[in-house]
């Protein structure tokens, strides 16, 4: 919590965000910096009241400059976590592309689906068929369904799609189901395929949950959230990957890591922004990947 004689500093150094001597400004814009989110609040108040486009623009810069600071903090204390989860990899990245994302909103939207699956598991149920019946809640049920539109928005990235609309990408939807069956135990992974974001369902019996211990033979099925959770085989991945005439590579079949599948949909991201001519969220998302 900010004190009150803090917020009175702040009131006073936004106010001189008009300095015309760049030395002095500097300082200002350091002394501002050091309170983070607590300074967007009064920049924003002060954009609103701005009269100069010069002005405007340094409050902006100032704005983008804490949330990507606060970005850089939060992603590398989620993703140095001992078993760090998708869901708020995805929600930290969310933040920062969306502001004003209500977490709530998302959360209760996530534990309502995650109960009426729940509900519906039982432990006599084979691999295939709890694959079935999460199908069935999240795009029968639930409606939810994929823009495949190419190339790529960046509002297809956002949980806001989701809850509001029923849709998103293929990595929305992707980070989404690995969410929800990594709640309930479900050995689901995401995979390292190039050109697709593919999950893997794994046989985990003496395995531990531990993604470096699974194998080639561990591999059960593979499942493509975007087509509604559609299963296929091994088969059809090495055809895939002979059709774009990729070497085999082992991390093209097997899971890969929470915080790659991240650095990945960062990457998606990055390409969604540089179509859009966002350089404030490329830049961040540029400095984002310098530490993943």
């Known amino acids: 919590m900010i004190k009150f004689d803090e917020i009175k500093e702040l009131d006073?150094?936004?106010?001189?965000?008009?300095?015309?001597n760049e030395d002095m400004f500097s300082q200002i814009r350091n002394?501002?910096?050091t309170y983070g989110n607590h300074a967007i609040p009064v920049l924003e108040e002060a954009w609103v009241n701005t009269l100069g486009d010069s002005d405007s623009v340094r409050i902006e810069s100032l704005i983008e400059e804490i949330r990507t600071n606060v970005l850089l903090k939060d992603y590398s204390i989620w993703k140095d976590e001992l078993d760090?989860?998708?869901i708020d990899g995805y929600s930290i990245l969310m933040k920062y592309i969306n502001p004003k994302v209500d977490g709530d909103e998302f959360g209760?939207?996530?534990?309502?689906?995650?109960?009426?699956?729940?509900?519906?598991?039982n432990d006599n149920l084979t691999a295939l068929e709890k694959i079935k019946v999460i199908n069935h809640v999240l795009f029968s049920v639930n409606n939810i369904n994929t823009i495949s539109k190419l190339p790529a928005k960046s509002d297809g990235f956002t949980l806001k799609s989701l809850t509001e609309k029923q849709h998103g990408n293929a990595y929305l939807l992707g980070t989404f189901y690995i969410s929800i069956v990594q709640k309930l135990n479900i050995p689901v992974y995401g995979v390292d395929l190039p050109g697709h974001f593919v999950l893997v369902y794994m046989d985990d019996v003496g395995k531990?949950?531990?993604?470096?211990?699974?194998?080639g033979e561990d591999?059960?099925?593979?499942?493509?959230?975007?087509n509604a959770g559609a299963v296929f085989t091994h088969n059809e991945v090495r055809h895939y990957i002979n059709q774009m005439n990729l070497k085999l590579m082992p991390e093209y079949f097997l899971p890969t890591s929470n915080v790659?599948?991240?650095n990945r949909v960062i990457k998606e991201?990055?390409?969604?922004?540089?179509?859009?001519?966002?350089?404030p969220k490329i830049d961040g998302l540029k400095s984002l990947l310098s530490i993943t």
Not at 12 to 20: F, G, Y
Not at 269 to 279: P, R
Request: proline share 5%; net charge negative; no cysteine.
């Open 12 to 20: 006073a150094l936004v106010s001189l965000i008009d300095e015309p």
């Open 108 to 121: 209760l939207y996530f534990e309502k689906i995650f109960k009426e699956i729940w509900l519906e598991l």
């Open 269 to 279: 991201l990055l390409s969604a922004y540089k179509i859009e001519d966002n350089q």
């Open 84 to 86: 760090p989860k998708i």
């Open 31 to 33: 002394k501002v910096l």
């Open 260 to 262: 790659n599948i991240i």
């Open 219 to 226: 591999v059960m099925f593979y499942i493509n959230p975007a």
């Open 208 to 215: 531990q949950k531990n993604i470096h211990n699974y194998g």
